[in-house]
Nanobody, 124 residues
């Protein structure tokens, strides 16, 4: 199974970006999907997750109302729409997949499949 993240780049504060993660191999519809990020000098942290059927989502508090996670099972892809970006959102963003239950959606140790990451820089 391979996860390929894309869509990162340089954006000004208040701007928007849409990250995509294409998943090949495996059974995409069986995975809960998530985005994590690692800011410079910090540990990797949970950003957002979406359940297998797309019926449930979860977000870290600091991105609620600004970020939206979605998925397209037909296209085996997950997306992260990021609006009203702030400098503190600067990080490498990783998509990840897990077959474990939704209760562990925020726990990165339960994600066995990871993409290589895409860099998001928010700066004027």
């Amino acid at each position: 199974v391979q996860l390929q993240a894309s869509g990162g780049g340089l954006v000004q504060p208040g701007g928007s970006l849409r990250l995509s993660c294409a998943v090949s191999g495996g059974t995409f519809s069986s995975y809960n999907m998530a985005w994590f990020r690692r800011a410079p000098g910090k540990e990797r942290e949970f950003v957002a997750a979406i359940k297998r059927n797309g019926g449930y989502t979860a977000y870290m508090d600091s991105v609620k109302g600004r970020f939206t996670i979605s998925r397209d099972n037909a296209k085996t892809s997950v997306f992260l729409q990021m609006n009203s970006l702030k400098p503190e959102d600067t990080a490498v963003y990783y998509c990840a997949a897990t077959s474990t239950i939704w209760m562990y959606a925020r726990n990165q140790e339960h994600y066995a499949l990871w993409g290589h990451g895409t860099l998001v820089t928010v700066s004027s």
